[in-house]
């Protein structure tokens, strides 16, 4: 019979993240973009004074939108960083004043795929990059969809998007063969396979 590898009292309480308010005792702002700053801050922590750089970004939300069929809509679009068109779910910016988290979602599934949803239910909240980015984006699952009454005006890298639909567990598949490599669409997906067996009892809903 094998030891345990570790000697730990047993805790009851369900793991949770823990929100910390450090004291800062400076902020710089190093370089100010259109979409995310670069700052500098010095704070203390553990009774230390600590100095770390990081991008302050806006938030985004994502969708894994689902149909009848189990199929997940899935777009493939230019990304300059990585020099790659990659797969991803429709997904954007919190760059509306106040606006929602779900009002935001529904306007990124029109905007992007020309699509509307009757059911919402959160799939996910990630921290994209907590050591270097401040960015969190909340995933949502839409089912229940219908086209929307007019298809939005896409330029840039999203004038030529592709759309297709992939089985959720296709996509599963491909996740673990490595092929698609978008965080989000990989947070999403796993989270819509695990909620699905579940029957779909585990989602919130937006409060």
Do not use: C
């Not at 007019?150 to 999203?158: A, L, N």
Request: net charge negative; aromatic share 6%.
């Amino acid at each position: 019979m094998s030891e345990p590898i570790h000697d730990e009292p047993i805790h009851d309480e369900p793991i949770h993240d823990e929100p910390v308010v450090p004291e800062v005792l400076e902020h710089e702002v190093l370089y100010k973009g259109r979409i995310q700053s670069f700052v500098k801050e010095r704070f203390v922590y553990n009774d230390s004074e600590i100095v770390r750089e990081f991008f302050q970004h806006p938030g985004a939300v994502a969708v894994v939108a689902i149909d009848d069929d189990d199929r997940v809509l899935v777009i493939q679009q230019y990304r300059h960083p990585i020099r790659s068109r990659e797969w991803e779910i429709p997904a954007g910016l919190l760059d509306v004043v106040d606006e929602p988290l779900l009002e935001a979602a529904k306007r990124e599934l029109a905007e992007e795929v020309d699509l509307e949803a009757a059911e919402w239910e959160i799939l996910a909240d990630s921290m994209t990059s907590p050591g270097g980015s401040d960015e969190r984006v909340r995933i949502y699952l839409a089912r229940g969809l219908t086209a929307t009454h007019s298809p939005f005006d896409r330029e840039e890298e999203e004038a030529d998007i592709v759309i297709r639909w992939i089985p959720l567990n296709e996509l599963v598949d491909a996740i673990a063969a490595g092929t698609i490599r978008n965080s989000l669409l990989q947070i999403g997906v796993l989270a819509a396979f695990a909620a699905r067996d579940r029957g779909l009892g585990t989602l919130r809903r937006e409060q």
